[in-house]
C-alpha cells in the first residue's frame, strides 16, 4: 500500500500568509501535465509494486487546472492506478472555481474527496488574507458540492488573525457546523519568513495575535467540534466517524508515498526525496528524462524523530511496541526517560501499550515533542 502525491504549482492570487511553492504564471500548464505523466513513468517502479491506496492532487490550486488538463493527467494515472483499490482520490480547491461545470468535470473523474481552502466565513478575514472569494461564495460552492453528490467535504480555516475575537471565531465555527461536511482542518496563523504576512508585521503593521488568546481559540474549536460529533484525530484534524484523511494519516503512520510535481515530497520508509520548488527548472530536467530531485538517507535518529513527531501529533500516539520492533534500546530509554515528567504532569499518557499526548498536553505539543526528540 502506498500514497501518491501531486502538486500543482499554479494560483490565480497569492495568499498574504503563504509559504508553499506557487506562482500566477499558467502558461506552462500544459507542459506541466506533460512533465508530471512523464515524471510518474519515470519514477513508479519507486513503489515496489506496492498498490496506490490513496492519491492527493494539492497546491498551489490544483482548480486552477482546466479540465482538459484534469482529464488528460487523470487518463495517464489510471495507467498505474486501480481506481477499485485506491480508497482515497482528494483534490484541494478553491471556492470560486468550483463552478456547477467545473464540478461536472470532478464527477467525471475518479475524484471522491474535495478539499476546499476556505479560512475564514468573515469576508473582512478574507479581503485580508488576500484570498478571492467570499463568505457566501464558499457557504454556495459547499452547496453546489453536495447538490453533485459528494459527500465527503473537508475545508480549511485559520484562527488567530490580527484583530480575530474569539466571538467572531466561535462564528466561523458555528457556520462551518451548519454546512453539515465531513471534515475540518484548522491551523493558527503561522507568519512564515518570505511572506507577504511577515513583511507586514515587521513593518508594523499587523500585530500577532495574543497567545492565550489563540489557545483559547484552539480550545474553543475542540469542545465545539466534539460537542458536534467530529473526532479528533490529529493535532489540526477532526472529522466525523470513518471520514479521516486517509492519505494524511498515510503521513502520520510511516506509509511510503511518492511525489511528483516542483517542490513535491516523497519517502520510502528509509530516505527523502525533495523536487526542486521551482516550476521551469522542474519541467526543464523532467523533458530531458533527468530525475531532479535531492535524496537524503535517513539514519536511525532521523527515523526516530520522525515517528515521534508525526505519531504524537495523532491522538492515538504511538505505538512503543512498534517503537520498540523499529530501534535500538537506547532511543526507548530515552523516551521513557523525557517522557516521565509530562506523564507525571498530566500531560502525557501511556494507556494499552501506546504512550500520546492529552487533551491537556495538546496546548504544548510541540514542546513536548521536541523534549523526546534525540539530538546528536
Known amino acids: 500500500m502506498a500514497g501518491l502525491y501531486i502538486h ?23 507542459q506541466y501535465i506533460d512533465a508530471l505523466c512523464t515524471e510518474l513513468d519515470m519514477r513508479i517502479a519507486e513503489l515496489q509494486g506496492a498498490p496506490i491506496y490513496t492519491l492527493y492532487i494539492g497546491g498551489g490550486t490544483p482548480s486552477q487546472l482546466s479540465a482538459a488538463s484534469l482529464q488528460r493527467l487523470f487518463t495517464h494515472l489510471s495507467k498505474y492506478i486501480d481506481w477499485q483499490q485506491c480508497h482515497e482520490v482528494t483534490i484541494e480547491c478553491n471556492p470560486d472555481d468550483l463552478s456547477e461545470q467545473y464540478i461536472a468535470t470532478l464527477r467525471t473523474l475518479p475524484i471522491n474527496r474535495i478539499s476546499m481552502g476556505i479560512q475564514s466565513f468573515d469576508d473582512n478575514d478574507l479581503r485580508f488574507l488576500c484570498r478571492r472569494h467570499s463568505a457566501q461564495g464558499a457557504i454556495d460552492a459547499i452547496a ?4 453533485a453528490g459528494y459527500d465527503n467535504i473537508s475545508i480549511d480555516l485559520i484562527y488567530g488573525l490580527p484583530g480575530q475575537s ?7 465555527i458555528d457556520t462551518a457546523l451548519s454546512l453539515g461536511i465531513q471534515h475540518i482542518s484548522a491551523y493558527a496563523l ?3 519568513e518570505g511572506t507577504a504576512l511577515m513583511r507586514l508585521k515587521e513593518q508594523g503593521k499587523v500585530t500577532e495575535c495574543d497567545e492565550e488568546l ?3 481559540m484552539y480550545r474553543e474549536l475542540i469542545e465545539r467540534l466534539e460537542r458536534s460529533g467530529y473526532r479528533q484525530y490529529e493535532i489540526s484534524n477532526f472529522a ?24 513535491a515530497h516523497s519517502y520510502d520508509g528509509a530516505t527523502r526525496r525533495y523536487n526542486p520548488a521551482d516550476t521551469r527548472a522542474y519541467i526543464h530536467a523532467i523533458e530531458q528524462h533527468k530525475c531532479c530531485y535531492e535524496e537524503e538517507q ?14 504524537l501529533r495523532t491522538r492515538q500516539g504511538i505505538d512503543e511496541r512498534t517503537l520498540s520492533d523499529k530501534f535500538a534500546p537506547r532511543y526507548i530509554d530515552y523516551m521513557q526517560q523525557m517522557a516521565a515528567p509530562h506523564i507525571a504532569c498530566g500531560n502525557m499518557e501511556r494507556t494499552d501499550g501506546y504512550l500520546r499526548i492529552t487533551r491537556q498536553g495538546l496546548f504544548i505539543s510541540d514542546s513536548i515533542i521536541s523534549d523526546l526528540f534525540v539530538v546528536e
Open 240 to 263: 466525523l466517524p470513518s471520514r479521516e484523511a486517509a492519505h494524511n494519516s498515510s503521513y502520520w503512520n510511516d506509509t511510503p508515498y511518492l511525489g511528483l510535481g516542483a517542490a
Open 144 to 147: 453546489r458540492c453536495q447538490s
Open 298 to 311: 535517513l539514519s536511525e535518529t532521523d527515523r526516530y524523530n520522525d515517528m515521534l513527531l508525526t505519531r
Open 190 to 192: 503561522i507568519y512564515e
Open 214 to 216: 489563540s489557545l483559547a
Open 166 to 172: 474569539l466571538d467572531a471565531w466561535r462564528q466561523n
Open 8 to 30: 500543482i504549482p499554479f494560483c490565480r492570487t497569492r495568499c498574504i500568509y503563504c509559504d508553499f511553492h506557487s506562482g500566477t504564471d499558467m502558461s506552462v500548464q500544459d
